[in-house]
């Protein structure tokens, strides 16, 4: 699958399945593994777009300050290398983030627009406890096999990462095998999340919107869900049971929430 260039970065994308178009984007580190097993549910629906945000696998990982803005404008790119005029949009936590800016930067190719785990930055922005996002930030020291593992302990409950599930298996090694992050990259993409703001904006997304929110979120407290739905005009609001990463722990009614809402809004 092909690269593509917004300005001078190289964005990293890929198309599976046929219909009507899906943009899936992931959160911090993530790329298009961090979707796999939701490629497996909605490509027979729809044509899913994943693709690698910059600072992460096989896009540009320049060092230099990033903000999420510049991000949902490489979304657009994707969109328009994959020649789509118009997609439904899925974001998850960072990835949440980016998908709002970009139902606000290019909200007339937004059909549709979920928001998972995430929030609005700002005034409002309902932070984790300090220790968390400490523990996440750090991987000083650490393998990759280590820092994958503590980042497990913080994105799933421990009952979740006890059952030790074949899809959790899978993830963990997609994460191993992608292309490593290097930590100034990290670094990079938390800074665009500490300057990310959209609370006063948010009555400008016009597409229909859903939250998502899990209730042991620990690192976006499933409290960031309301204010999203009370600050974009007719979003409705689910909460999975779950920790971070819904459309692993919670895969089923995850990606049957989501092809639903996308479903019943029809083209």
């Known amino acids: 699958m092909p690269h593509t260039l917004a300005g001078d970065v190289q964005i990293y994308w890929e ?15 993530g790329g298009t593994w961090s979707y796999e097993e939701s490629i497996a549910a909605w490509s027979p629906h729809f044509r899913v777009l994943v693709f690698d ?8 990982k320049p060092d230099r300050p990033y903000t999420i803005a510049q991000m949902a404008d490489h979304a657009a790119v994707v969109m328009d290398a994959a020649d789509v005029e118009r997609a439904y949009v899925v974001g998850l936590s960072m990835g949440g983030m980016i998908a709002q800016e970009v139902a606000l930067r290019h909200g007339a190719r937004v059909c549709g627009l979920v928001l998972g785990c995430t929030h609005c930055g700002g005034r409002e922005r309902i932070p984790p406890a ?7 930030a750090d991987n000083k020291g650490l393998s990759p096999e280590e820092i994958v ?6 994105l799933v409950t421990p009952e979740f990462l006890q059952r030790g599930s074949e899809s959790l298996q899978r993830y963990r090694e997609r994460q191993l095998k992608a292309p490593w992050q290097p930590d100034y990259a990290l670094q990079r993409q938390l800074e665009a999340i500490r300057n990310f703001d959209t609370c006063d904006r948010l009555a400008n997304i016009e597409a229909p919107t859903l939250i998502l929110t899990a209730d042991r979120d620990l690192l976006v407290p499933p409290e960031n869900g309301p204010v999203l739905a009370n600050r974009i ?27 639903r809402f996308f479903q019943g809004l029809g083209s």
């Open 149 to 154: 593992d503590k980042n497990l302990r913080l």
């Open 130 to 136: 300090p220790e968390v996002i400490q523990r996440f």
């Open 233 to 259: 005009p007719g979003a409705g609001l689910e909460e999975f049971t779950g920790g971070h990463i819904i459309h692993l722990e919670s895969a089923q009614t995850f990606h049957q929430s989501v092809l």
């Open 53 to 60: 945000n910059m600072g992460a696998g096989l896009s540009s």
């Open 15 to 29: 198309g599976h399945g046929k219909g009507r178009p899906l943009l899936a984007i992931s959160g911090v580190s």
